[in-house]
């Protein structure tokens, strides 16, 4: 699922393509919005909130995706086909662009003042610009016997984190998933720090933790299950935390992050 800062370029791209453009063309094809047509209305502005991204419209009126594992945003010249086989299921158009939502796990259309129905129940936004560091940590206090792997993919605590921030993050601090976030004494630097590597990779394609931007080097623990740790040399574990259906990927290093 693209995580936090990969949702903030994507606002972005439909910031640049869309802001302040009159739409000519509105096509939602999903059941509920189906008889919906935003033609003849200017798009405000996008923004992303978490992994949520809201395109603000004239009228009172937001449109809420949420790309989930599969979907994404393609901007291109307006009246360019789409390619085959792409599952659309929005598209957004002015006379120059046209933004097409492909497979976007969450397609709705509600009035802005009521954007909190959606996206209210969402922690801290590690990328917004009223990102609130000890509003976190609070939220993550909250429940002190829960697994700090699990708790930092809780979007309620702190929005925009995914698997490949959470095992960069625990393997930086050397912290075993499983360890209860009661145990954990410097929970502020924990959380600064996934906030700090989200906003190093916000503008450029791409995850790097390393420092070295080629891809076989970028990362310290995710996506090298079984290969030495770039440290000790222990082989990197790969597991799943969390229960059905909610279970997510974990990758850790037993050197470095001792249980």
Not at 82 to 103: C, F, S
Not at 117 to 143: F, K, M, N, S, T
Not at 227 to 240: A, E, K, N
Request: proline share 5%; with cysteine; glycine share 12%.
């Amino acid at each position: 699922m693209p995580e936090g800062d990969a949702v903030y370029r994507t606002a972005a791209r439909l910031r640049g393509a869309l802001d302040g453009r009159v739409l000519v063309r509105s096509d939602f094809r999903v059941p509920r919005h189906a008889t919906a047509d935003l033609s003849g209305r200017a798009v405000i502005t996008t923004r992303s909130r978490g992994k949520h991204l809201l395109t603000r419209v004239e009228g009172d009126l937001t449109v809420h995706t949420h790309l989930r594992m599969e979907g994404s945003w393609l901007v291109m010249p307006a009246g360019r086909r789409t390619r085959p086989g792409d599952q659309v299921r929005l598209i957004l158009a002015n006379e120059e662009w046209q933004a097409v939502g492909v497979r976007l796990g969450m397609v709705d259309l509600v009035r802005t003042a009521d954007e909190a129905q959606l996206v209210g129940h969402l922690g801290p936004d590690l990328l917004g610009p009223d990102w609130d560091l000890e509003e976190a940590v609070r939220r993550l206090r909250a429940a002190p016997g829960r697994t700090i792997g699990e708790a930092l993919l809780d979007q309620r605590n702190l929005a925009g984190i995914g698997t490949i921030y959470r095992a960069e993050t625990l393997f930086l601090r050397g912290i075993w998933p499983w360890k209860t976030v009661g145990e954990i004494e410097d929970l502020e630097g924990v959380v600064s720090l996934a906030q700090r590597l989200l906003e190093a990779n916000k503008g450029h394609a791409g995850t790097v933790t390393t420092g070295d931007r080629r891809p076989a080097n970028a990362t310290w623990v995710y996506g090298r299950a079984g290969r030495p740790c770039r440290r000790c040399g222990t082989r990197i574990s790969r597991g799943g935390m969390g229960t059905q259906p909610q279970e997510r990927l974990i990758l850790w290093c037993a050197g470095c992050q001792p249980g």
